[in-house]
């Protein structure tokens, strides 16, 4: 090693307060004394301050979703030359901690080369108040991965947490409208499948957070009751780490709308004495009854039905027609009340109805004389249907404790219309959550039914998407444009547009 001005190595003239300079050892030209004796050009053609950086490195991407793969588990939506896919990209660099990045950018590659290009510029310290800045291009290569999702989209038999909704009733109304309002509600969107099983439908999940979000929901739109429990599947004694299946069994208060029904003495005491024989009149987040006698109305919260619960004595099914004979309008003056009395509708009007049932008309000639709560429907000459208490044959220990002088022979429940034209001028439809379950005549006739009950209740209806039907011509635009206006049909502006997707071919101008 060769000095200039002879001084010592790297020493310091105290007396001129200079630096002493040495010669480089690579390419001879004076520098001031470093660690490695050599001038910037030269330590820079043998010093690497990216050689802990990878310079090739891998990324995955699924291809049904179209997201990519950020360590550990979480997959995210990114588009070509983003801020969102450079981020990943950088994070996937291990060494670039020990430098300091200036710069980042894409290099153009083509999309379908599975390739991903990145420039980087960093600033490096090799010594003593030496930094080198360095370019150099990584190249990511993009791999094929199904993300945890699309897996189990793809093994459909997957799920981790299972829902099971049951009504064991003969009438299955109750659980259409649920149908109805899980579909216009959404709640539907986190399910891995939905399974129609006997009396109810199954909704399978991956996560208990979901599974609880549905139950939430069953909780809010109807009485019912839930009982969980859960299942290990496995157990790494490892980590302590445990993997359960969840089960959730919610049980649907087995009355529906139209259900007639006998309460117990403490019950109809608890709810403003109203008779002991009701009719439901809607099945909400509660109970609503009505007694068809005297138009007093009560509700049956939640926790009151399952500390006394009651079932339905008589189904819709077990309906029988009369033709009316004649109605007399019972005024307000006449009404029988008493204290303690709960509120009475103001929708229904009490009438003195006699009737005569369809099968005995012309062979029987005693009319039979009931109080009914549609006297604003019936007029002589239509049609109801009721239930004929005299020919029940009813299993309950309620209605047995009864005093028969106080039982009525007949109820009236509806009044009746032809079946055949509703159904022929129904020109709207409902969507389903599994269009692939196989329907029996029984399901069928208590469908319509429920078709029916939301042409009658407008109140029904706020809770359920209605959808225009297509393949009806007619459509009638308001009530004026009905042939019978007092069927019960609901008019074009309650319908929704039914979004229909079709690809249609590309064809020539000409």
């Known amino acids: 090693m060769e000095y200039i001005n002879n001084a010592s190595t790297g020493a310091i003239s105290s007396g001129s307060g200079a630096v002493n300079k040495i010669l480089c050892c690579e390419c001879g030209v004076p520098i001031e004394p470093n660690a490695s004796n050599m001038c910037v050009p030269c330590l820079r053609s043998h010093v690497d301050i990216t050689e802990n950086i990878p ?19 979480e997959w995210v939506q990114c588009t070509l030359e983003s801020k969102e896919l450079l981020s990943l990209c950088l994070k996937r660099l291990q ?13 153009w590659t083509e999309p379908h080369s599975k390739r991903i290009k990145v420039k980087l510029t960093v600033h490096g310290e090799v010594m003593s108040d030496v930094v080198l800045q360095q370019v ?21 038999d997957f799920w981790r947490c299972m829902v099971q909704v049951r009504q064991k009733a003969v009438n299955r109304k109750t659980l259409f409208y649920l149908e109805q309002m899980i579909l216009k509600h959404k709640a539907h969107e986190n399910t891995l499948g939905i399974k129609p099983n ?26 019912v009751k839930v009982t969980n429990s859960k299942k290990l599947i496995s157990h790494d004694i490892h980590s302590n780490s445990y993997n359960y299946k969840y089960s959730y069994a919610i049980d649907v208060v087995p009355v529906s709308k139209g259900s007639l029904v006998c309460l117990s003495k403490r019950l109809t005491q608890q709810l403003g004495h109203i008779a002991p024989v009701c009719l439901v009149s809607k099945v909400a987040n ?3 009854l009505i007694d068809p006698q005297t138009a007093q109305m009560a509700e049956v919260q939640n926790m009151a039905f399952w500390k006394s619960p009651f079932e339905a004595i008589c189904n819709p099914k077990q309906m029988v027609e009369f033709v009316v004979m004649d109605v007399e309008i019972i005024r307000e ?3 029988k009340t008493f204290p303690g009395q709960g509120p009475v509708s103001h929708r229904h009007t009490l009438a003195d109805v006699w009737v005569v049932k369809s099968s005995e008309l012309g062979i029987n000639e005693n009319t039979i004389h009931v109080k009914s709560h549609l006297g604003n429907l019936l007029k002589p000459g239509d049609y109801v249907l009721g239930y004929d208490l005299r020919e029940a044959n009813v299993n309950n220990a309620d209605y047995e404790k009864l005093n028969a002088d106080t039982v009525p022979d007949v109820l009236l429940i509806k009044k009746s219309y032809d079946k055949t034209v509703r159904k022929q001028s129904r ?4 969507k389903h959550l599994n269009e692939e379950i196989v329907v029996d005549t029984d399901i069928e006739n208590e469908y319509n039914e429920f078709l029916e009950d939301l042409e009658e209740d407008p109140e029904l209806r706020q809770n359920v998407n209605i959808f225009k039907d297509k393949n009806k011509q007619q459509i009638p635009v308001d009530t004026n444009d009905m042939d019978d206006p007092s069927v019960p049909r609901i008019t074009l502006e309650e319908m929704l547009d039914d979004l229909v997707l ?3 071919e590309m064809g020539d101008a000409s």
């Open 95 to 107: 060494g670039l901690r020990q430098v300091k990045l200036v710069d980042a950018g894409f290099v």
């Open 286 to 288: 509660s109970i609503h």
């Open 427 to 430: 020109n709207w439809k409902l």
């Open 136 to 156: 150099f291009v990584v190249e990511f290569t993009v791999n094929n991965q199904m993300c945890d999702d699309c897996h189990r989209t793809e093994a459909k």
């Open 55 to 73: 310079k090739q490195a891998v990324i995955f991407f699924c291809r049904n979703c179209e997201r990519y793969l950020n360590p550990p588990n």
């Open 502 to 504: 079709e690809d249609e």
């Open 333 to 335: 003056n006449q009404r």
């Open 198 to 223: 006997t009396g109810g439908l199954d909704f399978f999940y991956a996560t208990d957070a979901h599974a609880r979000k549905m139950v939430d929901f069953l909780q809010a739109v109807l009485p």
